[in-house]
């Protein structure tokens, strides 16, 4: 006898809304990024587009604006002015930004060493001139640099001597560099010490048990530990250095004759663009040197990660 199996019971009730609900999880989604995105776009992506726009072209006295192509990238590769304020920013990113990690690195380890008296006093102490704005810092320092009225044309009279110049043209670029060292020290000591912070202190417990001496921590543990935070710091420093452009700018008036209006490539884009009215090639030259910058720190950021894995 067959069995007849029970009729499938269907059950009444509201239908899935998984549906929707995904839909009103997206949407609560891009309410939260949009404001970010929209405010994202309208003060770096449209500026950006705008300029490529406008390195498209080129605007006469007579003849109004008219297409040119990538004529005006062409002339960059030809222009002097321009290799000559890269080359300069580049002598002063292979000089001064080892100085500066150095330095800040030095000071980190000491703070982070436990053996300095008042470190809380010393931390705050060299991060504050970060907290002065350069305009500020490169005033203060311009004055200090005046051979005929700041401190070094007083100690000159005070005791005789002939000091150089700091504002001349050989030692311009090495007092440009002190400033942005004194500014930028206190910065990047804070990255170092907070990668320091932390390192399990464990591992310094069993280097002091297998007898390892101080150097010998700072090269096995504690360098190796902040590797990426080295490798942030340069990056930021080499972005840093190829947009020069407030300290020379300030000092131009104490050192006319020195700094030039293509001293550093920021400083010649600008000169092009508001005493020159060159608007397109000025575009062309910013997007030029933000293609070499972006070429420079993606290849120090390569080297980086390279020997972070053969580590």
């Given at each position: 006898m067959a069995v007849l199996a029970p009729p499938a019971i269907q059950r009444s009730g509201p239908p899935s809304r998984s549906g929707s609900a995904r839909r009103r999880r997206s949407w609560t989604g891009w309410a939260f990024v949009g404001p970010f995105m929209a405010v994202f776009a309208?003060?770096?992506?449209?500026?950006?587009?705008?300029?490529?726009?406008?390195?498209?072209?080129?605007?006469?006295?007579?003849g109004g604006t008219s297409f040119v192509?990538?004529?005006?990238?062409?002339?960059?590769?030809?222009?002097?002015?321009?290799?000559s304020s890269f080359g300069r920013v580049a002598l002063f990113l292979c000089v001064q930004v080892p100085i500066m990690l150095f330095l800040s690195l030095l000071v980190a380890l000491a703070i982070d060493s436990g053996r300095l008296y008042g470190k809380s006093f010393f931390r705050v102490t060299i991060f504050m001139p970060y907290a002065v704005p350069a305009v500020v810092a490169t005033l203060m320092w311009g004055f200090m640099y005046g051979p005929q009225f700041g401190l070094v044309g007083s100690i000159n009279d005070a005791f005789g001597w002939s000091l150089p110049n700091p504002l001349g043209p050989d030692w311009l670029l090495a007092s440009i560099g002190n400033i942005v060292t004194w500014e930028f020290v206190g910065y990047n000591m804070l990255i170092f010490y907070s990668a320091l912070q932390v390192i399990p202190r464990t591992l310094y417990e069993a280097a002091e048990l297998d007898g390892a001496g101080q150097f010998r921590v700072i090269r096995s543990i504690k360098l190796p530990g902040i590797r990426g935070a080295l490798l942030i710091a340069t990056i930021f420093s080499i972005i840093?250095?190829?947009?020069l452009f407030n300290e020379p700018a300030i000092?131009?008036?104490?050192?006319?004759?020195?700094?030039?209006?293509?001293?550093?490539?920021?400083?010649?884009a600008y000169s092009l663009s508001f005493a020159g009215q060159q608007f397109n090639y000025s575009a062309a030259v910013a997007?030029?040197?933000?293609?070499?910058?972006?070429?420079?720190?993606y290849a120090v950021q390569l080297r980086g990660l390279r020997k972070e894995r053969q580590s």
């Open positions: 309208f003060v770096f992506l449209a500026p950006i587009a705008y300029a490529i726009y406008l390195s498209f072209f080129r605007t006469k006295l007579i192509g990538l004529e005006n990238f062409q002339n960059i590769f030809t222009d002097a002015q321009f290799w840093g250095t190829f947009q000092l131009k008036t104490l050192a006319p004759n020195v700094i030039t209006t293509y001293y550093t490539p920021n400083m010649y997007i030029v040197m933000a293609l070499l910058t972006a070429i420079v720190a």
